[in-house]
């Protein structure tokens, strides 16, 4: 009798170990590694140029499809945006003050598995000068 005490005492403290300890593991893991969802922002640097002569275009307005968030880029073309985590994002890109900068046909664009790396945009030209 005191024997299958003992056994069952200690099945008993075996599956209540194992339990902590897969609980415990699953808690280490979200910890580490998170769980990507649309809550989850990251920033997206880029610049966008001109196809036909590489120079940075300013007061292009860059729109995320997934948030709708509009950034505008600067005097270097540069631009920051701020973008739900997804594996394929999309953003459109719009001449907004197309007499000031030339004009260039809007774009539409998909970036896959975003790296964290600076994008490169080129834009192309609708006027005949340029």
């Not at 005191?2 to 910890?31: D, E, I, P, W, Y």
């Not at 950034?71 to 920051?80: E, L, M, P």
């Amino acid at each position: 009798m005191f024997k299958k005490l003992q056994f069952k005492k200690r099945q008993l403290l075996r599956v209540l170990f194992g339990s902590f300890t897969a609980t415990a593991l699953m808690f280490v893991f979200q910890a580490c590694y998170g769980m990507p969802n649309e809550d989850f922002l990251l920033c997206i640097h880029g610049q966008v140029i001109s196809e036909k002569t590489g120079a940075p275009i300013p007061n292009i307005e860059v729109q995320s499809n997934a948030n709708g968030t509009i950034v505008r880029t600067d005097a270097q073309g540069q631009f920051d945006i701020d973008v739900p985590f997804q594996e394929q994002l999309g953003l459109t890109f719009r001449d907004i003050d197309q007499a000031a900068n030339g004009q260039y046909a809007t774009l539409d664009t998909v970036l896959n598995d975003y790296t964290g790396e600076s994008v490169l945009i080129r834009m192309k030209s609708i006027r005949n000068a340029e």
